[in-house]
Structure formats: structure tokens, C-alpha cells
């Protein structure tokens, strides 16, 4: 290499257009020796130190006050190990050479990432604390292969995008860098000129924090270890066993009450865990605390994929979080958007002058009904993002599991889209077959690498196979909610008493389907807002039958085939919908109140309890022996009855009536002859209900109903739910 750079390279280094700066700055052997050259825009002198010896080898001369440094030393055979002495003028620096050291990315991880088969990206991509050559610093790597030029800036070099250009790997269009002395906790972006020649900001896609809104600044933090999933946590996500989540969204379900601010990750550890724990749910669902610019998006628009939300902590805060959850023996679920992401200009949006991240056409990439962008699931290397996305939560942080955002609008491409406004695929029809395969990939992975852990889909249509394995044509996720069932037995309870009679099938239908998919039964968030009202605001009646509609209801549910899911502040009826930007309507449970919300708080913790009590309502929910219908048609008294089994055969009867009329000689064919207890009565007064039922219990007799040989004769309260199981 010749010793003498031409005017014009350095014009474009110094100006900050150069894409190959390690062609220039570093140590170089030319014809005369080891050229060394530095770029240092406002230096007085730089001087080439001895690493060892700390003696003066050479001083840099600067070409025409550019910042742009250079000297030779002589040759010789044992290769220079230096520092560069910089005299900024009033201070001098003793600094490591970025571009003294050679590539970052081994030929493994290189093939891997390009392919989009890493199964851990993050472990490469992004900034990562590294010690090399016995010097500590950061690495920094970003996919932009489109981009003409990327520079990391950040607090340790004034933000200035000409000072640390990084190198591109042209095998699959990463840029990376080693960062001598960078800390862990400065804050950095990729100054980008795009394929357009635009100089643009981003945030780091691999981020594990960053800062919060409106500051869009990528922070270094390490990555956390893996944390190991008991056998405990495990035996809580299967099939057989009682699942009861309780829905969280972190910025509201308390708020401090002096100046409304947010609780933190460690406030909320030791306010609402124990809260979780005592009304006996069994696992906790966390709406996304992926960094997110927009509070009334709740998340669901995030840009920081891989860092938690600053609004509560760091990401060591989350993590006590989650540990303090475990600890209760509470496992955590987290809501999981790869569905769609925001077009703020910080993020993936033409991230380096293309649409890297989002499909091109608007027609497959842009969600009309959010106003977001589609990812591109057709490139390895999206999907390898979002893949190791998945693993990063479970693995870094300890997560039960993912419950997956909006999975209808992932799977077909003409969700939510007129004719003519969407792209078929390669064989004409509506699936989206590269989404489809990201699900199954990702889905079989977690299976593979984190068994025990779960995913859950919110897939809105009658799509087949949601929770059947990969190889069984699936989706391969654990559970579906059950989004049909939610939307017929709300609409039928809303409905005045008189006119339920007309619709009974709403609350039979779902057992048509029941055991087609692994189901959660969801009552979520998004039934509580947008004008929706709050599930004790559908209730029709007066206050008593409000809330005697509300218990009923929640007895029919917790009976029910299929785990729970009920949205906080649903545990105590909160009057008013959900507000994102304030507290829950905790001075309900004040007793001057009335003690209504009281009742209900009252019956969820019952149910909760009673529910993980009696194997026979959770153990067969997907298996057709473990539910059996006793009344189905009784539409004109609006009464429901069925039998809830276990595997060793003990029977739950559950019998709801939904008129505000006490029916008493209702008699009941029964499977078992014996002596039934009342073990649960959502009208008792302990729930604030009018305290009709059987005085705790009752006899069978040898009389025929519901072919059946034996029955109850029982008196069913009104808008009331009874649980009965045999003695002995």
C-alpha cells in the first residue's frame, strides 16, 4: 500500500462519506514501512505511543487542518502494539485505535446471520461489552446492506458521525466496530447515510435498552443470563393443570398518588405480585413493555424490540420483577407484537433507504387499521430477528411464555383489506405462507430450545390447526384464545334477562368447537375499551342485577372448558372503562362504597382458589370426557347445566340461571347418586347476593330426568352460578 492518500479519499473521509475506513485509518504496510493513520476532527497533535514502553514512536502530521493524521514508522518484524497521545488543546487522551483491530464476526455467525438461521442474533447484533486484545470497549454491529455509509455516534464521541465510521461486512451487509472504552450505560444511535445519500438516525434494532419517549437514543447495557426454567414453572403451563392469568398493563394498574406518576419495576414486585398471589391467579400477563414512543398505543406499537420499557426501570428492575414473580410461584407471560411496527422515523422505517424491515407495497406492508408497517416476512433475516426475539424474553429474562398480537392479520393478506387492495400470494390465495412459516419456526423453536415454555395466539378467525404441531400442518402454538366465545357469551349478557331465551345458543355454541384448539377463555382489555363499556357497565338492570349478572357470568366462565384470562381492575368490577393513563378505581373496595365491588373481589379469589382445588375443572379441558352436558335446552328459564370431570372421574356439576327469578323444585339428572355440597353460590351474601341457594348442600333421589336414573331437586338462585360436588 502506498504511504500517500489521495486528496479526494480524504476529502470523503473527513466529510464523513467515506464506506471503507479501515482501507485507510489504522496501521497499514506499505513500501516504506507501517503507515498509521487517524482521523481527530478539533486536535492539536496526535502522537503514536509505545503500548508497552509508553515512548513516543511518532508524531501524526495533519493534512491541512482536515483532522485527518498520518505518519510511518520504520519497518520491522514484530508487529506495532500502540496508543495514540491526542492534545485536544487544554486536555490530552490517551486512547485505543478502533481501527487497529480486525473483524468482529467469525465465519460461522457471518453464513448464519446472512442465511437468517442464527438462532440467537442478539448474542451478535447490537452492542455488546467485549474485552479484545486485553482492551475493553463495545462492539457495535447493525444489518443495513443498502446503506452507503454507517457511523456509530453517541455521548462518547459528540454525536459526530464522521468519527467513527464502521466497516461493512459486504458477505451479508453488516457494519461493525470495536469501541475502546465505550461504557456500559452511554447512550448511541447509527448515524446512516442511506442508498439515497439521506443522513439519517437510528435507533439500535438490537438495543437491550434505550431511553424513554421522546428521547430515541439507543443505551449500552450487557445482556443478561439465561435464566433456567424449573420444573415447577413448567408443570404450571401444561395442559392438565389450572391456568388462571390475570392481564397487566404496568402503567396503570396503580399509580403513585400523590402525583400520578408510574410504579416502578420493583414497586410493582412488591405491590402487585403479592396482590396477584393472594386472589390466586397463576400466571400474570404483561400487555408489551417493548420501548414504545406512543403511551396510548399500550405498547402494541414498539419500536425497542429487545429492551423493556424505561418508563418502570432498567432492565435489571424487569428482571427482579419477573424473579419476585417466580418466588410467589406466579408465572409471567409477556404480550408479544410481530404483527406490525410504527413508521416513526427512529426505527425500522427504510432503515437504510430501503425497506429492509417492511414488505414494499404498501398493499402487503402497511396496516390500515393501526396505521403501522408490516414486517417483511419473506427475508431471513426479519424473520431472524423476531425469531431470536422470542428466545431473547424466554431464555434473558425468565418468561413463561408469549402470547402472540394480533396473529390474523400476520396470516392473511387480505385481513382487514377491501378487493383490489391486497397482493395474493404465489398461488393465488389469501395466506400469507411466508408469515405462516415464520409462526411455525418460531413456535417449533421455542419448543425446542425452551421447552416448557408456551405461546399463545390471539387469532381471531376459524383458522385450523392454531395449536396443532408444525409437522401436523399446525401453527404449533399451546393455546388459542377463544375470541368466538368471548364475543357470543358477552353479547348474550348484555342482553335484558327476558330476551336471553332467544339467544341460548350463544352460551352453548362454544362447546361445538370447544375441542378443536387448546382455548383460553379471554375477557381482556380489549373488551374494555373504545366505547365498549366495562364488563359491569354491559350488565343490563339495576345495580343489584348488574352485578348479580356479573357473578354469575364469572361463575359460568371459571366452569367452563377452557384456562382464564380476566383483564385487571375485571376482579372488582371497575365501573368506568379502562384509561391507559391512570390508576385502576381502587377506592371501589372502600367500604362506604357498598361493599358491590367487594362481592366480586370476593368471588374471583374464590373461584381462583376453588378452580385450582378441584382437578375436575381444569384437568381434561381438551379432551371431550371432561365436560358433559345435563340441562342444554332449557332456553325458556334461560338454565344452563353441566358436568365438569377429572381424569379419575370426580364430577363438578355447574348449573347457572340466568333470569332474576329464584326457581326453587328444579330438579337435575345427575350421573352419580349421593350427597351433593354447595361448594360455591355466586348469590351468597359473602358476594353480596341475595343468599338463596340449597343451606350448603343436597340430597340425590332415586327419580329419572334428563335420562338420567338419579337427580337433584335444587333451588337455583337468581342471575346465580352454583358449583356441586358429591361427598365421599
Not at 453517541?154 to 468519527?163: A, I, K, L, V
Not at 459486504?170 to 446512516?192: A, M, R, S
Not at 418508563?311 to 418466588?327: Q, S, V
Request: with cysteine; proline share 5%.
Amino acid at each position: 500500500m502506498s504511504d500517500l492518500i489521495d486528496r479526494a479519499v480524504i476529502q470523503q473521509l473527513t466529510s464523513g462519506h467515506y464506506a471503507d475506513p479501515f482501507s485507510i485509518l489504522g496501521i497499514h504496510k506499505t513500501h516504506h514501512g507501517f503507515a498509521i493513520r487517524a482521523f481527530a476532527p478539533n486536535a492539536q497533535q496526535i502522537k503514536v505511543l509505545d503500548k508497552e514502553s509508553q515512548t513516543i514512536l511518532a508524531v501524526l502530521e495533519q493534512t491541512e487542518q482536515t483532522g485527518f493524521f498520518s505518519a510511518t514508522l520504520s519497518p520491522r518484524n514484530t508487529p506495532y502494539r500502540y496508543q495514540l497521545l491526542i492534545d485536544w488543546g487544554e486536555t490530552q487522551q490517551v486512547i485505543e485505535d478502533p481501527y487497529r483491530f480486525g473483524p468482529l464476526l467469525q465465519e460461522l455467525d457471518t453464513w448464519l446471520l446472512a442465511e437468517g438461521t442464527h438462532l440467537r442474533p442478539y448474542e451478535r447484533l447490537g452492542a455488546h461489552p467485549t474485552r479484545m486484545d486485553n482492551v475493553d470497549g463495545v462492539t457495535f454491529t447493525v444489518w443495513a446492506p443498502n446503506a452507503r455509509r454507517v457511523s456509530v455516534v453517541g455521548e462518547f464521541n459528540f454525536w459526530d458521525g464522521r468519527r467513527h465510521p464502521m466497516r461493512l461486512r459486504k458477505e451479508n451487509g453488516i457494519w461493525e466496530l470495536f469501541l475502546p472504552h465505550v461504557q456500559v450505560g452511554q447512550l448511541y444511535k447509527y448515524e446512516i447515510i442511506d442508498c439515497h445519500g439521506q443522513t439519517i438516525l437510528k435507533a439500535d434494532p438490537y438495543a437491550f435498552a434505550a431511553e424513554m419517549r421522546p428521547d430515541t437514543a439507543s443505551r449500552i447495557a450487557q445482556l443478561p443470563t439465561r435464566v433456567v426454567m424449573s420444573d415447577q414453572r413448567r408443570k404450571a403451563n401444561d395442559f392438565s393443570s389450572p391456568i388462571s392469568i390475570y392481564e397487566v398493563h404496568l402503567g396503570s394498574w396503580r399509580r403513585h398518588t400523590d402525583d400520578n406518576s408510574w410504579l416502578s419495576y420493583r414497586e410493582l414486585a412488591d405491590q402487585l405480585i403479592p396482590y396477584v398471589k393472594y386472589m390466586g391467579f397463576t400466571h400474570i400477563e404483561l400487555l408489551p413493555i417493548n420501548e414504545h414512543p406512543f403511551d396510548g398505543s399500550w405498547g402494541y406499537q414498539p419500536i425497542g424490540m429487545y429492551a423493556p420499557t424505561r418508563r418502570f426501570g432498567t432492565l435489571e428492575d424487569f428482571r427482579y420483577l419477573i424473579t419476585t414473580a417466580h418466588k410467589a410461584g406466579i408465572n409471567v407471560l409477556l404480550d408479544w407484537v410481530t404483527a406490525h411496527f410504527p413508521d416513526d422515523t427512529h426505527g425500522l422505517v427504510q432503515f437504510d433507504g430501503t425497506a429492509l424491515f417492511e414488505y414494499a407495497d404498501p398493499r402487503e406492508g402497511f396496516h390500515q387499521d393501526w396505521n403501522t408497517l408490516i414486517y417483511n416476512y419473506s427475508r431471513h433475516e426479519v424473520c431472524n430477528y423476531l425469531a431470536g426475539n422470542a428466545l431473547y424474553w424466554i431464555e434473558r429474562f425468565g418468561l413463561d411464555g408469549l402470547r402472540v398480537d394480533a396473529v390474523a392479520s400476520m396470516i392473511y393478506r387480505n385481513y382487514s383489506r377491501a378487493d383490489g387492495e391486497w397482493i395474493p400470494n404465489q398461488y393465488g390465495g389469501k395466506e400469507n405462507l411466508e408469515a405462516i412459516e415464520f409462526l411455525r419456526h418460531t413456535n417449533k423453536i421455542i419448543g425446542t430450545e425452551c421447552p416448557g415454555a408456551i405461546t399463545i395466539a390471539e387469532e381471531s378467525t376459524d383458522y385450523p390447526g392454531v395449536t396443532l404441531p408444525p409437522e401436523a400442518d399446525g401453527l404449533g402454538f399451546h393455546y388459542k384464545w377463544d375470541l368466538g366465545w368471548m364475543h357470543d357469551t358477552l353479547d348474550y349478557m348484555s342482553l335484558d334477562p327476558v330476551y336471553r331465551q332467544y339467544h341460548h345458543n350463544l352460551m352453548t355454541f362454544g362447546m361445538f368447537y370447544a375441542h378443536t384448539e387448546n382455548f383460553i377463555l379471554p375477557l381482556s382489555h380489549d373488551e374494555v375499551v373504545h366505547g365498549k363499556r366495562s364488563l359491569l357497565g354491559k350488565m343490563p338492570g339495576d345495580t343489584w342485577q348488574q352485578f348479580a349478572n356479573l357473578r354469575a357470568y364469572y361463575g359460568f366462565m371459571w366452569g367452563h372448558p377452557g384456562k382464564k384470562l380476566l383483564f385487571m381492575g375485571n376482579e372488582f368490577a371497575q365501573g368506568r372503562e379502562w384509561n391507559h393513563d391512570a390508576s385502576l378505581d381502587w377506592h371501589l373496595l372502600d367500604p362506604i362504597q357498598g361493599g358491590w365491588h367487594n362481592g366480586i373481589q370476593d368471588l374471583i379469589r374464590d373461584l381462583n382458589h376453588c378452580y385450582q382445588q378441584q382437578p375436575a375443572l381444569y384437568q381434561l379441558d381438551y379432551a371431550p370426557e371432561g365436560f358433559e352436558w345435563l340441562v342444554v335446552n332449557d332456553h325458556e328459564n334461560s338454565v344452563f347445566a353441566f358436568v365438569r370431570r377429572d381424569a379419575a372421574g370426580n364430577e363438578i356439576i355447574v348449573i347457572s340461571n340466568f333470569t332474576p327469578v329464584l326457581r326453587e323444585n328444579y330438579r337435575i339428572g345427575i350421573n352419580q347418586p349421593g350427597h351433593y355440597q354447595e361448594i360455591l353460590n355466586t348469590d351468597s351474601a359473602f358476594y353480596r347476593g341475595s343468599n338463596a341457594g340449597n343451606l350448603g348442600g343436597v340430597h340425590s333421589e332415586p327419580l329419572p330426568s334428563h335420562h338420567k336414573e338419579h337427580s337433584l331437586n335444587l333451588v337455583l338462585p337468581p342471575l346465580a352460578t352454583l358449583y356441586l360436588q358429591r361427598e365421599g
